[in-house]
């Protein structure tokens, strides 16, 4: 089982819908998790970072964490097609180190 | 604020030769890692400093790749010979440190876009 595990896609959904991305990990110790946005050609940046179960909104993006069923996901509302870019999952293990899942490409079609 | 500086931004050998990337993290960050991005996957720790010491280097080839960090502030990574599979953005980030909260948001250098021919 890999460690980090997202749907690499392509998600296609037209503009002003929800996107959902979803990422499930392997190790139950995982103590931070995080979504990076990396648009083509550019570096990843931080765009939520979640530490406990529950929900957490930063504007038009809520970030879910279940760590029972070890999942976390991301929702964006309204998608607008300056979101297009591919969305990775990140997770600091219990052994303190980051792993990042493949990345799940995002398009938000006009 | 100056963000993580990288060099070069492309650079293009045949294989065998060797080659360097540098980076500069922001000021004040402890934390520095080089990561290995192949096209269409996430990107891949190959090593990782706390000040001038390395903490994780687990998937650094260590037969070809190595990497320092003088002084806990500039890194340069080379590989030495390049095969053609190291084509690939080599990506360098920096963090405040490598604790849960808000020590441990990463930053990174716009990448250094390698092609070996």
């Known amino acids: 089982q890999k460690e980090v595990e997202q749907n690499s896609g392509p998600l296609s959904v037209p503009e002003g819908a929800i996107a959902s991305l979803n990422c499930t990990y392997s190790?139950?110790?995982?103590?931070?998790f995080f979504w990076y946005r990396q648009y083509s050609g550019k570096s990843p940046e931080l765009i939520m970072s979640i530490y406990s179960n529950g929900d957490k909104e930063d504007g038009r993006f809520t970030a879910q964490l279940n760590k029972a069923s070890q999942y976390v996901s991301l929702l964006i509302r309204d998608s607008q097609p300056s979101d297009s870019a591919t969305y990775l999952c990140?997770?600091?293990?219990?052994?303190?180190?980051?792993?990042f899942g493949k990345g799940t490409l995002l398009t938000v079609n006009p | 604020e100056a963000g993580v500086a990288q060099s070069p931004r492309y650079k293009i050998i045949e294989k065998r030769q060797s080659v360097a990337f540098w980076c500069n993290p922001i000021?004040?960050?402890?934390?520095l890692y080089w990561y290995q991005q192949i096209l269409g996957q996430g990107p891949k720790l190959l090593i990782q400093f706390q000040n001038n010491g390395v903490v994780d280097d687990s998937q650094l080839p260590k037969d070809r790749f190595s990497a320092e960090r003088l002084k806990g502030v500039d890194s340069t990574l080379k590989i030495q010979p390049a095969k053609l599979e190291d084509s690939a953005v080599y990506l360098c980030?920096?963090?405040?440190?490598?604790?849960?909260?808000?020590?441990?948001?990463?930053?990174f250098g716009s990448g250094t876009q390698l092609s070996v021919l």
């Open positions: 000021s004040g960050h402890a934390t």
């Open positions: 190790d139950r110790g995982s103590q931070s």
């Open positions: 990140v997770i600091r293990g219990s052994n303190y180190k980051l792993t």
């Open positions: 980030a920096s963090s405040l440190g490598p604790l849960p909260g808000t020590n441990e948001k990463l930053f």
